[in-house]
C-alpha cells in the first residue's frame, strides 16, 4: 500500500462511520481526495507510518467503530493500537464472547428487546454498560432484525440513532456464520417462544 493509497483508505473508512449517505463497500473506497491534498497537510507523516502497517484497514476499522471521529493525528496512539489489538482478540474468540455475553440477556427473550415508554430495552442497557460486546450486540440484531422497531419506539433522538449508525457501518467488517450464531440463541433459548423477527430491518 502506498502512502496516498493510506490516505485515501483513512478518508474513505472517516465517511463511512460518519456520513450516513458513504458506503465503503458500495463505492470501493473511492473518495474525491486528491495527492495534493495529502501533499499540503502538516500531518501527512501519519498515513506513510499507516501504509506500513500489517493490516492498515482492520486497523483504522477498530478504531473508527469505537470514535466515528477518529483524527489521523491519534492514530499509533496507545489507545488507537489498544482498540486495534482488543477488536482482534473480540475477532478470535467470537462464539465464546458471544456465548458468556447472551448469559448477560434476560431469561424471558421477547423482554430483551421491549421499549418500555420509549426508555432503552434491556438489550440496549447492556450494551451501553458494556456488559455485552457490540459484535453479539450486532449478531443478534442480524438474527432477530429489531432495530426497525427501536428505531420507531425508542424517543432518544442522540444517543440510539448514532448506536445504531455505528452498528450498521461495522457489520459488513465482522465476519461470522449467522446461521451458527442463530443455532446458539435458539439453543439457549429454546424454552421460550422467541421468533427471529422483530418487526425491523
Not at 16 to 33: A, L
Not at 123 to 143: G, M, P, V
Not at 147 to 162: H, S
Request: aromatic fraction near 16%; hydrophobic fraction near 30%.
Amino acid at each position: 500500500m502506498t502512502q496516498f493509497e493510506a490516505y485515501q483508505l483513512y478518508n474513505a473508512l472517516h465517511l463511512h462511520f460518519t456520513q450516513d449517505g458513504y458506503d465503503y463497500h458500495k463505492y470501493r473506497g473511492k473518495t474525491r481526495v486528491t495527492e495534493h491534498s495529502l501533499d499540503v497537510r502538516p500531518d501527512k507523516y501519519m498515513f506513510y507510518k499507516l501504509s506500513k502497517h500489517e493490516d492498515p484497514l482492520i486497523y483504522l476499522v477498530s478504531n473508527f467503530s469505537e470514535n466515528a471521529k477518529f483524527y489521523s493525528r491519534d492514530m499509533f496512539s496507545v489507545n488507537a493500537d489498544l482498540n486495534y489489538n482488543e477488536f482482534l482478540r473480540r475477532q478470535q474468540s467470537l462464539t465464546y464472547q458471544f456465548e458468556c455475553d447472551i448469559d448477560n440477556l434476560l431469561e424471558d427473550f421477547d423482554k430483551n428487546f421491549e421499549v418500555p415508554d420509549g426508555d432503552y430495552p434491556h438489550l440496549l442497557k447492556l450494551l451501553t454498560r458494556k456488559k455485552i460486546s457490540k459484535e453479539s450486540f450486532i449478531i443478534i440484531q442480524d438474527c432477530v432484525r429489531f432495530f426497525g422497531a427501536w428505531n420507531k419506539r425508542i424517543t432518544d433522538p442522540v444517543l440510539w440513532p448514532k448506536i445504531a449508525m455505528n452498528c450498521r457501518k461495522l457489520h459488513p467488517f465482522l465476519k461470522y456464520d449467522r446461521d451458527k450464531y442463530r443455532g446458539i440463541l435458539q439453543n439457549k433459548f429454546s424454552h421460550t417462544t422467541y421468533t427471529p423477527q422483530h418487526n425491523g430491518e
